[in-house]
């Protein structure tokens, strides 16, 4: 199963790297279809369903055999800043026919992961080795098939802290970064029923990413009540939205989570003219009426429209006003002391 695999490895995305295990040196390939991509919200742990095939491969092997890729198309990136609308951008942007959307590939976390602590004793993997497995993944992503145009990957939020780097490993690459200002932020991520276990179970990584930018001691994460730690959340992936545009420029579009909800057509039209996508008329002009804005992205199977995030919104802002306003009182008090932070607040 393992030869048939790899062999096959580079020629379809039917075969799909959804894990890399370093610790095992190892990464695991399974097959799956076209129909399977458009459908997955995530492809993590969750679509290991019964029936799916697959079987696992060295690190080696995968590297020599991602090197056969020879028809990559152009490979893109959604970059985002946490419940912003980047699930449902990536769905719009598969309406067109000729994307590829891949939604939060489980490799690109453990990429992340691996460029924390890259150079330091604690690191499984030596620049050469990290460089080439980045170099494979990227590789392996651009694949397509017959009418895909360009692939997009649909990063997850805590992966974004390597979007410059994949920008300068991938010349060709474009991506769009969508956000929020600070306060809807606040009011999004504290409407959820899950909010406290997100925002805490983020929290590590968004405040070692903080510290190591600001001078200042920050308090420790237990002292933070859950409005100061959805702002801190707000910050740390603002910064690295920051980097990003600074680093990459023009080929970083930045798109407000609002502005898009309030403009689809036009907003979608930026994204595939920055993508460079065949942009047909027909599909610009549906867009707007697409039933991808009536279902929730990431769950298709359930209803969920901008009135009922309106409304979602309204009553977070009645529910959570006191955590809302201790968390833009820790911005502000940040950026009395950092002005690099008060220029993210305007």
């Known amino acids: 199963?393992?030869?048939?695999?790899?062999?096959?490895?580079?020629?379809?995305?039917?075969?799909?790297?959804?894990?890399?295990?370093?610790?095992?040196?190892?990464?695991?390939?399974?097959?799956?279809?076209?129909?399977?991509?458009?459908?997955?919200?995530?492809?993590?742990?969750?679509?290991?369903?019964?029936?799916?095939?697959?079987?696992?491969?060295?690190?080696?092997?995968?590297?020599?055999?991602?090197?056969?890729v020879s028809h990559g198309r152009p490979l893109h990136f959604i970059f985002h800043t946490g419940h912003v609308g980047s699930t449902?951008?990536?769905?719009?942007?598969?309406?067109?026919?000729?994307?590829?959307?891949?939604?939060?590939p489980l490799p690109l976390r453990t990429l992340a992961d691996a460029r924390d602590v890259l150079?330091?004793?604690?690191?499984?993997?030596?620049?050469?080795?990290?460089?080439?497995l980045e170099r494979a993944l990227l590789q392996l992503w651009s694949r397509g098939y017959d009418r895909t145009h360009s692939v997009v990957v649909k990063a997850t939020s805590s992966a974004c802290r390597i979007a410059t780097s994949l920008l300068e490993r991938?010349?060709?690459?474009?991506a769009v970064y969508l956000n929020l200002r600070a306060e809807p932020y606040l009011a999004t991520l504290l409407a959820g029923k899950n909010s406290a276990v997100d925002l805490r179970g983020h929290g590590p990584i968004r405040i070692r990413q903080l510290q190591a930018r600001i001078q200042a001691p920050l308090p420790?994460?237990?002292?933070?009540?859950?409005?100061?730690?959805?702002?801190?959340?707000?910050?740390?992936?603002?910064?690295?939205?920051?980097?990003?545009?600074?680093?990459?420029?023009?080929?970083?579009?930045?798109?407000?989570?609002?502005?898009?909800?309030?403009?689809?057509?036009?907003?979608?039209?930026?994204?595939?003219?920055h993508f460079q996508l065949p942009v047909e008329s027909g599909w610009l002009a549906g867009i707007a009426h697409s039933p991808v804005l009536t279902r929730y992205s990431k769950s298709p199977d359930f209803e969920y429209s901008p009135q009922v995030r309106h409304e979602l919104l309204r009553e977070s802002r009645r529910a959570n006003a006191a955590q809302i306003a201790a968390g833009l009182r820790w911005l502000d008090k940040l950026a009395g002391t950092h002005p690099v932070i008060a220029r993210k607040l305007t």
């Open 220 to 273: 420790p994460l237990h002292a933070l009540s859950p409005g100061e730690l959805a702002a801190m959340g707000w910050l740390a992936e603002t910064w690295n939205q920051h980097d990003a545009v600074e680093r990459a420029g023009s080929r970083v579009l930045t798109l407000d989570f609002g502005q898009l909800l309030a403009d689809v057509a036009g907003c979608v039209q930026r994204v595939a003219q």
């Open 1 to 68: 199963m393992t030869e048939a695999l790899l062999n096959a490895l580079a020629a379809s995305p039917d075969v799909y790297v959804q894990k890399v295990d370093v610790a095992r040196d190892a990464a695991l390939l399974v097959r799956l279809g076209e129909a399977a991509y458009r459908a997955a919200s995530f492809l993590d742990d969750r679509i290991l369903t019964p029936g799916l095939t697959g079987a696992w491969t060295s690190l080696p092997d995968l590297v020599a055999a991602a090197q056969d």
């Open 119 to 132: 150079g330091s004793p604690e690191s499984l993997l030596g620049s050469a080795d990290f460089e080439g």
């Open 88 to 104: 449902l951008l990536s769905r719009l942007l598969d309406e067109s026919g000729c994307v590829l959307s891949l939604r939060e």
């Open 170 to 174: 991938r010349a060709g690459a474009r």
